[in-house]
């Protein structure tokens, strides 16, 4: 069964770095998400993509983060200049059709450690 | 409350038995998602229930749904051990792309 696939599991960053998460979807679906779940909390919508651009956001989603699908099959997820509060576990995502009204099929997820 | 939360928190059973779980949300809504997330890992889809259903099986899981209440509830049957996990009810709409989740029904099922 087709699945969303997340790399790395676990990246470790010192404050200020930039990570890049990667993500690779479901390959037949159009809408892709990024989520993320601070650790003992629920979890929050950062971002979907559609059609090469961003779709809808969140304000958790500030001119820190950014999403690219730099090729046919890779959606990535770019913190620019981490902080500790990024410490979470990020979640890729990806539906066939619009998020509001389909399944989402979620990714095993990166758990993120920033010092 | 906020939109997709579960009742209770926590829940502890024997295996054999039936868990039931609920969830409540606030706004109108387009379909209402079920995961299950095992500790530390990822989210895994369930079952899907659109706002024109009442009710949906799979397996040993039942799904209610009444709009009029805003609630939803879980049911697990002839629980086992590893059903153990946390349950997590989400929120679609027709306005958008996001799920909006719950807080989550951590249930352990004790063999």
Sequence with gaps: ?115 | SQQGEEDPQALSIQEGENATMNCSYKTSINNLQWYRQNSGRGLVHLILIRSNEREKHSGRLRVTLDTSKKSSSLLITASRAADTASYFCATGSNAGNMLTFGGGTRLMVKP
């Design chain 1, 1 to 115: 069964e087709p699945e969303v696939t997340q790399t790395p599991s676990h990246q470790v960053t010192q404050m200020g770095q930039e990570v890049i998460l990667r993500c690779v979807p479901i390959s037949n679906h159009l809408y892709f998400y990024w989520y993320r779940q601070i650790l003992g909390q629920k979890v929050e919508f950062l971002v979907s993509f559609y059609n090469n651009e961003i779709s809808e956001k969140s304000e958790i989603f500030d001119d820190q983060f950014s999403v690219e699908r730099p090729d046919g099959s890779n959606f990535t997820l770019k913190i620019r200049s981490t902080k500790l509060e990024d410490s979470a576990m990020y979640f890729c995502a990806s539906s066939e059709l619009q998020g509001g009204t389909d399944t989402q099929y979620f990714g095993p997820g990166t758990r993120l450690t920033v010092l």
